[in-house]
């Protein structure tokens, strides 16, 4: 096991130019996938109204295609981190990237929701490998000291391009009605979406694969250790067990958000539908003043966000990774279900911060947590399996919110009481960080240890 150091200096302040290019190179490629990701929830329920047949239940769909998505996350996930063990992280990251951006301007083209399907799945395949492939190169590019401050800011600079597609929302829906044919927009964040990460492409051509991935690629051909290998993950039990109670880990925080807390778009966009009618408001004034307000709402979650990360960082750094989990599933159980059960105007849109604040924070601890649990032979191959595994069953949370805000509301005929079945489905489902909670108390402690490591690699 090779030692980690603890310099006195901030741990940015001993980095290399070199450094600094593969972390800023890590960043981007995460960033614009978070901003591709954003930019599908908020072109999601005008994409199905133009998309779908009459008749045919837009939140309904609306949660298909986000499962679709989710499930194609997962499936490239399993993909790419294997690959990126395998053959080297840099390569298999420009890849993912370049698949991922292009797929994306491809949705803008949909005629119907077959090809939008098909469009977001194979979206979901690049995103999937990135965020494995990122910490991995991160973790293995940067000396062990910068490791932790490194990953926990990786993670929160995805709050930017958050940020970023709230931005994009908000000036697409002034122009909507005008510049912009009214119901369009949709179109324009999916092209929008598509182009900084096409363009981060060329940049990563530059990077070289991590020294401690090819020396340990070259004493595995030596002793027959096998890169990017499931039998290996799964057949040796050091490596069984992290990889099965990170993945569970994992699950409670992927369905968490994307089963709920990315859904208040819906919710921030029925809310002030409801009130813009009861002003008399005009329609074309409502489309566009919702187009608007949930851009505001994913700035204000999303800076939330950011705060949050940071902060989970430090606790980590601090007082260890076990307690900053258990303390942050509690916070986002609390906050999810206030959120969904008293927003009720654009007031309350300080509650969209403190729900991110809660729910993002957790996302730095899989940053931070999930490479520490594997050696680099299989870094990229479990971050990924952990991270992206739980999306088959995360896949399933739009889907069950879905179908049980359908079933709360049964015999329901008014906007108002469909919207408190809305309310009710998310209420329930934030059960699940509870679960997260459980699983912290068997995880191992990994503040202040080495990475794990089974064959030769030089210290840094």
Known sequence: MASPTSPSAPWWRTLTKYHWFVFAVACLAWLFDCLDQQLFLLARNG?????????????LYGGYATSIFVAGWATGGLIFGAVGDRFGRAKTLAFTVLLYSVCTGLSAFSKGWIDFAMYRFATGLGVGGVFGLSVALVADSLPEHARTGALGLLQALSAVGNITAGCVAIVLGKLEGSSIQAGMAWKYM??????????????MIRMKEPEKWVKARADGKLTGAKFGSYASL??????RRPALLGMCLCIAGVVGLWGIGFFSPELVGDVLERSLKKDGVAADKIAQAKTVWTGVNMIVQNLGAFCGMIAFTKAAQRWGRKPAFAVAFVAAFVATVGYFQLFNGKGDIWMSFVMGVCQLSLFAG?????????PTRLRSTGTSFCYNVGRFIAASGPFLQGKMTVWFAAGATTPEAK??????ACGWMSIVFLLGLVVVLFLRETRGQPMPEDIAVPAR
């Open 190 to 203: 999916f092209l929008i979406g598509s182009l900084p990460a096409f363009l981060c492409v060329f940049i």
């Open 419 to 424: 919207l408190a079945a809305f309310r009710n």
């Open 366 to 374: 899989f940053a931070i947590y999930l490479p520490e649990l594997f």
């Open 234 to 239: 799964f057949g040796e039990a050091r490596w």
């Open 47 to 59: 994409a199905m109204k133009k998309l779908l047949a009459e008749g045919m239940d837009v939140k």
